[in-house]
């Protein structure tokens, strides 16, 4: 069972920076595909970014490439989300999904762990 622990969620203003970091542990982290999703009130779950559990292979959706980059360590059990340029409509809780021998995959359904979220808000 992995256990996936989301931080660095906070307030920040439109045009700044945040990282976000997922700790997990629980199950062999290098086995697993990783990503990250968000879900804004009264929107549903949607898909940022997703790096591969092996060959480090990065997909980010349109919404966000060029500005979030999704990035893992394997040694220390984390995967990151480094957002700039922050626009308002990034505001949402941001998870961390994971899933076993998984390549960088958007859909929702292909992970069977979930953190708990962390709330990111942009404001003007």
């Known amino acids: 069972q992995v256990q996936l622990v989301e931080s660095g969620g906070g307030l920040v203003q439109a045009g700044g920076s945040l990282r976000l970091s997922c700790a997990a542990s629980?199950?062999?982290?290098?086995?697993?595909?990783m990503a990250w999703f968000r879900q804004a009130p009264g929107k549903e779950r949607e898909f940022v970014a997703a790096i591969s559990w092996v060959g480090g292979i990065t997909y980010h959706a349109d919404s966000v490439k060029g500005r979030f980059t999704i990035s893992r360590d394997n040694a220390e059990n984390m995967v990151y989300l480094q957002m700039n340029s922050l626009k308002l409509e990034d505001t949402a809780v941001y998870y961390c999904?994971?899933?076993?021998?998984?390549?960088?995959?958007?859909?929702?359904?292909?992970?069977?762990?979930w953190g708990q979220g962390t709330q990111v808000t942009v404001s003007s």
């Open positions: 999904a994971a899933a076993y021998h998984t390549m960088a995959s958007p859909r929702p359904g292909n992970y069977n762990y």
């Open positions: 629980g199950g062999t982290f290098s086995n697993y595909g």
